[in-house]
């Protein structure tokens, strides 16, 4: 099948058809001389050994792509290695928050706590204060009753003597009073 396409594809060219008058084989027939300039032109590029240069060019070429592919397949597991520690670094920060919340929350509830024992604190001793207040208060009332009533006793005492002494009694209490205290000062 290849074949007799190859065969037709050479019937139908143009190289075939020849000049009205001339030879095929002459110089006036331009499709013959494209066809040698097409040949010549060939075979200098074979001569210059241009095929196995370009298969140089595609092998380099093609070792550039694998290495750029293998490039990318490097850069593609560090990205994903990265992203797997970004991953796992956030995993930590949010672990790392949740502590501090955590902690946070609990000095919030222990300091609210010694808030309370401060203040519970604080209303002890201020009922002591004023529990002492009231007791010195009250002792100082019972000294003011005790002073008042000692007054009193004495003034109503001072009423009963006088009433009770005359002046001759009154002369011999002063002189028995004069010399006991110069008795006890000498």
């Known amino acids: 099948m290849l074949r007799l396409a190859a065969i037709a594809m050479l019937l139908a060219s143009p190289a075939l058809a020849a000049v009205e008058g001339k030879p095929f084989f002459s110089l006036y027939n331009t499709d013959l001389i494209v066809l040698a300039a097409f040949t010549v032109f060939i075979g200098i590029l074979i ?15 093609s070792a550039t792509i694998k290495a750029e592919l293998e490039e990318a397949r490097r850069l593609r597991e560090e990205a994903l290695e990265l992203h797997a520690s970004f991953e796992r670094k956030q995993a930590e920060v949010k672990a790392e928050a949740a502590r501090i919340v955590e902690k946070a929350k609990a000095d919030a509830q222990l300091a609210a706590e010694q808030t309370k024992a401060e203040i519970e604190a604080s209303i002890t001793r201020r ?10 208060a009250e002792a100082g009332a019972i000294r003011q009753v005790r002073d008042k009533a000692t007054e009193v006793a004495i003034a109503a005492a001072g ?17 028995d009073a004069i010399k006991a205290v110069n008795e006890r000062l000498h």
């Not at 009922?127 to 010195?136: F, G, T, V, Y």
């Not at 009423?159 to 002189?175: F, G, P, Q």
Request: net charge negative; glycine share 4%; aromatic share 2%.
């Open 47 to 61: 001569y210059a050994k241009v095929p196995g240069k370009l298969g140089d060019l595609l092998d380099q070429r």
């Open 159 to 175: 009423t009963v003597i006088a009433k009770n002494m005359d002046d001759a009694r009154s002369d011999a209490l002063i002189a």
């Open 127 to 136: 009922l002591k204060a004023a529990e002492d207040q009231i007791a010195s």
